[in-house]
């Protein structure tokens, strides 16, 4: 995920300078067949334009264009009089070229042309909304947190609009769908964060043990030790090496006790 910072400071949004603590993402896309970032950019970064999101996602880059914390102009204000501006941080995704639009619905777009580009822009959404729910302490599985547009308006907490669902499934991609890919993108980058995957920590435990094996036994131990050897309850592992300061396992706690029954 490559990701840059071009904030609109010309936008009337950003002089407002109004923030917010975030409670979730709303997802949007842009409405218009034109996958370049930049162009919005250029585009928004001026007075007088009456929306600003916090990115745009396009298929090989994202552009950050609001502070995370700073009050977006993204979603309008729902049924309920309630507004996700006010609680969701929003991003753009940029659409392919090659369709148009009637009343609200895609127009000439092919889905089977276009795979490869959503495939790559699906990632670094999934990515970037994985990135904010960390950095926010956002649960995408929970409710009314990770929504797209359409989503906030049957929440009444966004205009009527139908983005990201007039599109996302001609590729077989629901919302539910992107949360539960978010979610495994949250737990698979506390992991990356930590330095630790199931492997790693496998691979060390095992160095571990192995270091545990080769130690000497302490000299308090010695009259006990011999006493176990020449009662054949302790036989070691065949290269000569005890490990009497590893850790035995089950099966090797039921042999010697075994052993120790037939001295």
Known sequence: ??????????????????????????VHSTGV???????????????????????????EQIIQTLPWTMRGWHAG??????????????????????????????????????QP????????????????CRQFSLDPLAPGVVICHAE?????????????LQWWPKHGVTMDQFRQDVAQ??????????????ERFNELMENWLAQRAQLEASSWSAPAREWAQEQGIVAGDGDGSYRYRAFTTREETVQMLYQLQKA
Request: charged share 20%; glycine share 10%.
């Open 1 to 26: 995920m490559e990701l840059e910072q071009q904030f609109l400071t010309e936008n009337d949004c950003y002089q407002a300078g109004r923030t917010i603590v975030p409670q979730g993402i709303m």
């Open 117 to 132: 580009y959503f495939d790559d822009l699906y990632q670094n959404a999934v990515q970037l909304t994985a990135m904010l």
């Open 152 to 164: 906030g308006y049957d929440l009444g907490v966004a205009s009527n609009h139908g983005d990201v």
């Open 77 to 114: 204000t729902g049924a309920s009089g309630r507004s996700a501006n006010n609680t969701h941080i929003s991003f753009e995704c940029c659409e392919p070229a090659g369709h148009t639009y009637q009343g609200g619905a895609m127009v000439g777009y092919d889905a089977e042309a276009n």
């Open 33 to 59: 067949a034109q996958p370049d970032p930049q162009v919005f950019v250029t585009r928004w970064n001026q007075p007088d334009v009456a929306k600003c999101v916090h990115a745009f996602v396009g298929r």
């Open 185 to 198: 993108a949250v737990k698979d980058g506390d992991s990356e964060e930590d330095g630790m995957t199931q």
